[in-house]
């Protein structure tokens, strides 16, 4: 068959049951747990880290509405307009869907 030998060897490893076999450890709930579990962990971790930030994003976005409302106020019709249409695209673009 093989002139070094080894055919029947690779015959025997290709037919005999695999001998470094082990059943998967614990069950299908702790396969699906684990990754659930890893996955609740990270969107905590995430909620920590974006919470300042959103904190201060509603801070900055009450500074700027009074300030426009001022600027509204004190501006022309055509100037409130185009304000208006500026909000509106901004608006437009940020709406979560």
Do not use: C, H
């Not at 290709?14 to 470094?20: C, L, R």
């Amino acid at each position: 068959m093989n002139s070094t030998g080894q055919g029947p060897e690779l015959w025997k490893r290709k037919y005999e049951p695999f001998s470094d076999w082990r059943p998967a450890s614990g069950s299908y709930r702790s396969v699906l747990e684990d990754p659930l579990g890893e996955a609740q962990r990270l969107k905590q971790s995430l909620k920590g880290i974006l919470e300042p930030f959103a904190e201060d994003a509603k801070g900055k976005i009450k500074e700027m509405a009074s300030v426009l409302e001022e600027i509204a106020s004190k501006s022309s019709t055509e100037t409130r307009s185009v304000l208006a249409k500026t909000l509106e695209s901004i608006a437009g673009k940020i709406k979560p869907k």
